[in-house]
């Protein structure tokens, strides 16, 4: 069986034992069925992980014990910002699983004016995400969690990025004309923004040009929103990070 990976936000040590209790050491005990002496993997997203094994468990709480520290390291070199329109429930859990699995370093759910959700119930979805994407970073093998960032109108994330230290700003949008003329020095950092599923409006991106934000095509076909970001930041990774063919 596959060993299970658990992100536990605290302090690790070998030797020491954590206690993991509610909806995480129901998911251990019950769907994954753990008893005592499995192997697990812990790690805390402060770099590197642990192999483990299950001290007890109980009714009430997992015990897990850390046995032998691994300082690996698999996060992407590149540095790449999501700016994500918010998309409907499974879509965009799709979308901020898929961008997980490709190394995206932060995540900003952003506000655009075509939104898919009633905005009373945009409130408790934050907690929802940063449990995707937990549970995302467990299953792919990441050593730190993406940030993901508080819900944000889209015109103060695109200044928010303007003021930040970035190298190169994209905005997926369908028939730019930016052509693909490397830039004269990689770029490190990159920020990129994904339109949700009635896409940008046009004031939407007459503000990102106007704030040095480069309309990107994916394409002559149109994808749905949660596979462009998957489609864009793999195309990074190609042209820019660790899919690109000095890394392979
Ligand atoms: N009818 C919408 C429009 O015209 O923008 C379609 C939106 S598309 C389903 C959702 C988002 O995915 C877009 O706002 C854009 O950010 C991105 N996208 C999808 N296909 C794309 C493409 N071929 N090139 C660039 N961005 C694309």
Redesign the pocket.
């Known amino acids: 069986m596959h060993t299970p990976r658990i992100y536990i936000d605290t302090d690790l040590a070998v030797n020491a034992t954590e206690l993991i209790e509610g909806a995480k050491h129901h998911h251990l005990r019950n769907v994954l069925r753990l008893k005592a002496a499995d192997a697990v993997i812990l790690f805390n997203g402060r770099g590197g992980e642990y192999t483990a094994a299950v001290k007890a468990i109980t009714k009430q709480e997992t015990q897990i014990t850390a046995l032998t520290y691994h300082p690996i390291n698999r996060e992407a070199p590149l540095h790449t910002c999501l700016l994500q329109?918010i998309l409907k429930r499974d879509a965009m859990i799709n979308a901020l699983q898929r961008a997980t699995e490709l190394g995206v370093s932060k995540i900003i759910p952003v506000q655009t004016q075509h939104l898919s959700e009633k905005r009373a119930q945009l409130a408790g979805r934050w907690d929802a995400w940063r449990a995707v994407i937990e549970q995302s970073s467990e299953q792919c093998g990441r050593t730190q969690l993406p940030e993901l960032a508080p819900l944000t109108l889209f015109t103060e994330a695109i200044s928010m990025v303007r003021n930040a230290d970035f190298d190169l700003q994209l905005?997926?949008?369908?028939?730019?004309t930016e052509s693909r003329t490397p830039p004269a020095t990689p770029p490190r950092r990159i920020a990129i923004?994904?339109?949700?599923?009635?896409?940008?409006s046009n004031a939407e991106v007459e503000f990102a040009e106007a704030n040095s934000f480069h309309a990107?095509?994916?394409?002559?076909?149109?994808?749905?929103?949660e596979?462009?970001p998957a489609?864009?930041l793999a195309h990074l990774q190609t042209r820019f990070g660790e899919f690109s063919e000095e890394n392979l």
Do not use: M
């Open positions: 329109g905005l997926a949008h369908l028939g730019a923004a994904i339109g949700p599923e009635g896409g940008f990107y095509t994916l394409g002559a076909r149109i994808l749905r929103a596979t462009a489609a864009l």
